[in-house]
């Protein structure tokens, strides 16, 4: 079968990708585009290591495959932010040492940017199922908690 | 580390919260697993698996495989097959080692 082209948005940057009918966005994102932040870790969509953002929606990017992005904006923890230039989110995880082995993390931090994003001042167990879908087997999850919590008072606070 | 603590002598890093030199890195995606490296002439192995359940491997025919554009099957050989079998089936008595072939 012969590749497809995919145009959509990634990272705001529109651009056009060849991949193969049957590539997950996962696929797409780290063997044709080069963006390896987000993770393979199931590729069944029990993990959350390769959450990125599909038009704002934190999404498993190894459940869809890559033609459904077609004309969609994808962001991927490349484009959240950079050392130098962290998101509220990540400022709070370096802060905190959340990141372990550090394999979840970018799932993770996308999840809570997206959480955040949606509702800037969630209660503990709002933060809990924002990132639920996430496994994190170093089990670092209390620090993740303290970080997000942070992060949405630095949020908040910026916005006002 | 700059920071130094005062006890009876000097003390470097103790009693302090040290930021992980890695989490800016970690955080970003910036850290490179064995996963997202992809070096120069780097070969990707396919694994055959047997449709059989419990066999004897007498031959595999990987002529048809070597014959492909773009595979280097170069690799398969007969010693491959004379490794020990782990066996991983969760018995409490140990069992023979299952019988091997060799690729002819």
């Known amino acids: 079968m012969a590749k497809q082209v995919l145009s959509c948005t990634v990272n705001d940057e529109p651009t056009e990708t060849l991949v193969q009918p049957w590539d997950t966005l996962l696929d797409a994102l780290r063997e044709r585009m080069g963006l390896t932040g987000p993770k393979e870790g199931c590729g069944t969509g029990d993990c959350g290591a390769c959450t990125v953002h599909f038009d704002g929606k934190p999404i498993a990017s190894c459940l869809l495959l890559a033609m459904q992005a077609r004309g969609h904006n994808v962001r991927t923890i490349e484009g959240l932010g950079k050392p130098g230039a962290l998101h509220p989110v990540q400022e709070a995880f370096v802060k905190h040492g959340v990141p372990q082995c550090g394999f979840c993390i970018p799932g993770v931090v996308m999840a809570a940017a997206a959480l955040l994003e949606e509702n800037p001042r969630p209660t503990e167990e709002e933060i809990r199922y924002g990132i639920a879908g996430n496994l994190c087997r170093c089990t670092g999850y209390t620090k993740m908690l303290t970080a997000i919590t942070e992060a949405a008072g630095a949020a908040a606070g910026r916005r006002s | ?104």
Do not use: W
Request: aromatic content about 2%; proline content about 11%; charged content about 25%.
């Open chain 2, 1 to 104: 580390m700059s920071t130094v603590m005062k006890t009876t002598r000097d003390v470097k890093g103790i009693g302090l919260s040290i930021p992980r030199p890695d989490g800016p890195d970690k955080v970003t995606g910036q850290v490179q697993y064995v996963a997202d490296l992809s070096p120069r002439g780097l070969l990707h192995a396919k694994l055959l698996r047997s449709p059989h359940a419990h066999a004897k491997i007498v031959r595999i025919d990987v002529s048809k495989a070597k014959a492909l554009p773009g595979v280097r099957a170069n690799g398969i050989t007969s010693r491959m097959f004379e490794m020990p079998v782990m066996n991983i089936s969760m018995r409490s008595k140990p069992r023979p080692k299952p019988e091997c072939g060799t690729v002819p």
